[in-house]
């Protein structure tokens, strides 16, 4: 049996790890041999009794042949980091997976990749900003790389399909088992033309610890990672962790100062990574250009003028007054009644009344049944 599907073997065997695995190939034992391996071989390998037990009871070709059929019949591919299409930037990082399982178009883990992370409870800024940049990223030829999670996650996967582009969403759990579940529909639309992958065996469910592992394979297969909007606790910091932990580049998209949602990412832009306004300023960094004709490309030595050109516009420039500013502060951090306005405006109702009507005529609000107001 090829080495390959040993390794896969080793990686499907409830109880092995991947440090165990590590310890294994570490420790010079060769992969064919292990089939044949007793129980106190095992031991002498360093493994605990309950791990050396399962394996010389259940390892064999048979069994590793029935996990491979199982897969297989669920249309999941298999890449081991022995084989030569095992994508190169994930090796390059500190952990690199033993096994990947992928659903979709595998050419995607070699194709340029940013990743785009957030808080699962985005603001309308948040959600509108997602958007604007993975579709103009995708445009210019990236492959959008996230974690299916609501919020952020969700909203540049969509985007990058209805763009027309690439995307890879990057489980917590086995492929089989959608996490949340009501992102099913939205994985099924990324298989069909992106790829869904995942380190963990059809068949492992959600849980906590899980999340934060795959956070690192999200950063390892990218060339840079922006955070899109992030609170102080966002666990797409840890993404952020994980691409400086793999020499990657950090990328951050400001906030309103008054808004919770966007400390984690004003945190990171104080730490040193790169303040994202639009996609030319990511894309400057990879020499790439903006594809659409109308927008100036990207070259070093264009003026101030040109720059500008390409960056305006993440949203429609409109004149507002002070008090205009003051409602779109508030409601692009999250949607609002009338009556939660006026109590956090405390103006009376004919002003308010005023300033909502002017903004929707703006094109700037847009009002929701229930009297409630959202961030166009």
Known sequence: MEERWVLFGLHEMDGVGKKTI???????????NLLDYTEADWLQA????DQAHRLAVQFDLDWIDQ???????????????????????????????????????????????????GTRMPTVYGRKVGERLAEELCKAG??????LARGIDSVCHDAALRAGGKTIAVFGTGIDSIYP????????????????????????????GLFPERNRIIAGLSLGTLVVEADIRSGSLITADAALDAGRDVFAVPGPITSPKSRGSHNLIRQGA????????????????????????????????????VTAGMFPPATLSSDEQRVIAILEQEEQSLDQLVERLSWDFGHLHSVLLSL???KQISQLPGTRYARV
């Open 142 to 147: 990236l492959t959008i790389v996230s974690g």
């Open 22 to 32: 590590a310890k294994l190939l570490s420790g010079q034992h060769k992969l064919q």
């Open 360 to 362: 929707i005529i703006k």
């Open 67 to 117: 996990k491979r059929e199982n897969v297989y019949k669920q249309g999941i591919e298999v890449i081991t980091y022995l084989d030569s299409n095992y994508p190169i930037l994930m090796k390059e990082t500190v952990q690199p997976p033993w096994v990947l399982y992928g659903r979709g178009d595998m050419q995607l883990l070699h194709s340029k990749s940013i990743a785009m992370v």
């Open 181 to 208: 579940p009501e992102n099913n529909s939205l994985a099924e639309r990324i298989a069909e033309t992106g790829l869904l992958l995942s380190e963990y065996p059809p068949g492992t469910r959600a849980h906590q």
């Open 46 to 49: 360093g493994l605990r009794k």
């Open 274 to 309: 790169k303040l994202v306004t639009s996609a030319a300023d990511l894309l400057e960094e990879y020499q790439m250009d903006l594809p659409n004709p109308e927008q100036v490309p990207y070259n070093r030595g264009r003026s101030t003028q040109n720059k500008q050109s």
